[in-house]
């Protein structure tokens, strides 16, 4: 599967830029609001801001990116972080919010 090949690709790159972290306490992605247009809605980015994959209103996205979707569509907030415990919601002055298990 395709995407199941870019999630890895994407830990390992991951893991190589955060090699003090657990797997548990690195970001897995970032998901945003897509300005492409109907029908896209969301993307999903790599930690460089670079976008992998972008997802149309009804094409759902793997977890546990769909988590983010609504939050990434909220205009308070410029990107979500997804973690495997929960998402970080960054707005555009910086300021962050954690949603999900333990900080």
């Given at each position: 599967?395709?995407?199941?090949?870019?999630?890895?690709?994407?830990?390992?790159?991951?893991?190589?830029?955060?090699?003090?972290?657990?797997?548990?306490?690195?970001?897995?992605?970032i998901?945003?609001?897509?300005?492409?247009?109907?029908?896209?809605?969301?993307?999903?980015?790599?930690?460089?801001?670079?976008?992998?994959?972008h997802?149309?209103?009804?094409?759902?996205?793997?977890?546990?990116?769909?988590?983010?979707?609504?939050?990434a569509?909220?205009?308070?907030?410029?990107?979500?972080?997804?973690?495997?415990?929960?998402?970080?919601?960054?707005?555009?002055?910086?300021?962050?919010?954690?949603?999900?298990g333990?900080?």
């Open positions: 599967m395709a995407d199941r090949e870019a999630l890895n690709s994407l830990l390992e790159e991951i893991g190589r830029e955060f090699p003090d972290l657990s797997l548990d306490q690195r970001p897995l992605g998901v945003s609001t897509c300005h492409l247009g109907a029908p896209y809605q969301v993307h999903v980015c790599d930690l460089g801001g670079e976008i992998i994959e997802y149309e209103t009804f094409r759902p996205m793997p977890v546990p990116f769909e988590g983010a979707r609504s939050l569509l909220h205009p308070s907030y410029a990107f979500i972080e997804v973690y495997v415990d929960g998402c970080r919601a960054v707005s555009g002055d910086g300021a962050v919010a954690w949603i999900g333990p900080a």
